[in-house]
């Protein structure tokens, strides 16, 4: 189906008051749904994320003969298969714009008697698979890709497959998860060694659904062990906010005068609170309340109000924590007092879009000034004043730069222009009611 561009203009808006949620994680909502595949009986997944990345997901294992079903909104059904028990596909699996289920379900397929074609949209297509591609193929995998390792690409299983020692060349959680993945139906000991730790998602729903897993802190790093040919037991799952969805309402309320919002449920996951660290480092008013535990993950509700941001040198260390968050964190420079630097994020330039280009485009076009760096951005801040705006944002098929140059919108002197909002509805399918909702608060009041 061709792609259809959503156009769509964002103007100042007051401050922004009362409560939201944000949808489900959607790091946990694939994994919550590749591992109940490979349970055997039936899982339940509560607040499941039903954007078109995680439904990619969901599509492609029940072309691998996993029964699932939605039953009411975020709450579904996955009749497993076990490990080792997915079944050949009948065409291409087409992964649409997510990269996460590309990259999961690779390894899924590398140790099964299968054979899966991956095909995904234009933005897609130009991500680089090579650092997947290649400890798979260690494995045992057979796979054709197109040139760069990009897709489509063809993924002939191995079983059983050899387990590998495999230390991660760059912090990846993506990479970390389709080793294990592959794991699972692999005899042995496979081995996962990170220098950096990442989100660490993979292992703790690993060990909930039963799998011998353990993790050990060396001078290397953090070692990952999986023990395979595992069997899998079904599980109920509870699926917590997503704090990369988060980010940009704690963005949005840190700089428009006047906010006061309350941010419900929130994953707190220590490997994914960077962006919080970030904001904090930088005056922002975030409180937490209500820290509870839901499905295995640490949860709160933030309150976050709007505060004068400083400038400051963004931590290299917080890079893996906030990876996805950089776009949003960018936003919040150009409204601090000084220069931010945010350096050590190399990953952003494959991501859905060159995420630092992207940015320093946008940003510019809305007369902010900007300096680009192969690892980062250096932003010069507003100081807490309104941003120019009036300039067209280039979204390059990527949600969140659309959502962060949005947030960047609700404080600008003239509108900003999206040329395309369509891939919002990737990870966020309600963002833009969410705002308006936020902002009609104090229309009405």
């Not at 193929?137 to 050899?162: E, F, H, N, Q």
């Not at 389709?178 to 220098?195: C, D, K, Q």
């Not at 295995?296 to 040198?313: C, K």
């Not at 409204?335 to 330039?349: K, M, N, S, Y």
């Amino acid at each position: 189906m061709p792609h259809v561009c959503i156009p769509r203009t964002i103007r100042a808006s007051g401050p922004l008051r009362g409560g939201i949620a944000v949808p489900g994680d959607k790091s946990i909502s694939h994994r919550a749904l590749i591992l109940s595949a490979l349970a055997v009986g039936q899982s339940r997944i509560t607040g499941l994320l039903e954007g078109e990345d995680v439904l990619a997901t969901a599509a492609a294992l029940r072309a691998m003969g996993v029964t699932i079903d939605r039953i009411g909104p975020g709450s579904w059904t996955v009749h497993g298969v076990g490990v080792g028990g997915l079944l050949q596909p009948e065409r291409a699996l087409d992964m649409g714009n997510s990269g996460t289920s590309t990259r999961l379900l690779m390894g899924l397929v590398a140790t099964h008697p299968i054979t899966a074609t991956f095909v995904g949209d234009a933005s897609l297509s130009r991500r680089p698979m090579a650092r997947v591609a290649e400890p798979l193929g260690r494995m045992g995998a057979d796979i054709a890709a197109s040139p760069g390792t990009t897709l489509p690409l063809m993924v002939r299983g191995l079983c059983p497959a050899v387990p590998i020692a495999y230390t991660l060349p760059v912090a990846s959680a993506q990479v970390k998860s389709a080793i294990l993945l592959a794991g699972l139906n692999t005899p042995g000991i496979t081995r996962v060694v990170e220098p950096i730790p990442t989100r660490d998602h993979s292992e703790r729903m690993l060990a909930g659904f039963g799998a011998e897993v353990t993790v050990e802190e060396t001078p290397q790093g953090r070692v990952i062990s999986l023990t395979g040919e595992a069997e899998l037991r079904p599980q109920d799952i509870v699926v917590p906010g997503d704090p990369s969805s988060a980010a940009f309402w704690l963005v949005a309320a840190s700089i428009v005068p006047g906010s006061d919002l309350l941010v419900r449920g929130v994953g707190m996951n220590p490997t994914r609170t960077g962006l919080l660290t970030a904001l904090r480092l930088m005056g922002a008013d975030i409180t937490e309340s209500d820290a509870r535990i839901v499905g295995g993950e640490p949860v709160a509700d933030l309150r976050v109000r709007h505060a004068p941001l400083r400038a400051i040198a963004v931590p290299a260390d917080l890079a893996p924590s906030m990876i996805d968050e950089y776009p949003a964190l960018f936003v919040a420079a150009a409204f601090a007092d000084g220069r931010t630097v945010a350096r050590g994020a190399h990953e952003l330039r494959v991501k859905e879009s060159d995420r630092i280009a992207a940015m320093a485009a946008a940003l510019g076009a809305n007369g902010v000034a900007v300096q680009e760096h192969e690892d980062g951005l250096t932003v010069a801040g507003s100081g807490g004043a309104a941003i120019p705006g009036g300039g067209t944002v280039a979204t390059r098929l990527d949600h969140r730069i659309a959502m962060s140059m949005a947030v960047a919108a609700l404080h600008a002197r003239a509108p900003v222009s999206l040329d395309d909002v369509a891939p919002v509805a990737t990870s966020y399918p309600d963002f833009f009611s969410t705002l308006e909702a936020a902002t009609a608060q104090e229309r009405s009041a």
